[in-house]
């Protein structure tokens, strides 16, 4: 597995936060009108689904 990159890695952490992916995108700096696509392709992404769920294991 690869690492994330800075801005996926940051995703991740957005997305922890309230596990919606569009405004994760948003904060993480993707425009309005292109994260309502970003976010959810992001959470297609076979690494960033391990981070996520690593987190989420980590913290419970």
């Known amino acids: 597995m690869s690492e994330l990159t800075p801005k ?5 952490r957005e997305y922890l936060i309230n596990l919606n992916a569009t405004q994760a995108a948003i ?5 309005k009108k292109g994260a309502a ?3 959810p392709r992001l ?4 690494e960033i689904i391990g981070a996520i769920d ?7």
Do not use: C, H, W
Not at 8 to 12: D, G, K, L, P, T
Not at 43 to 46: F, G, K, M, T
Not at 54 to 60: H, L, N, P, R, S
């Open 43 to 46: 959470l297609e992404n076979p």
């Open 37 to 39: 696509t970003a976010g």
């Open 27 to 31: 904060r993480t700096g993707y425009s």
């Open 54 to 60: 690593a987190a989420k294991i980590g913290t419970m």
């Open 8 to 12: 996926q890695a940051r995703f991740v």
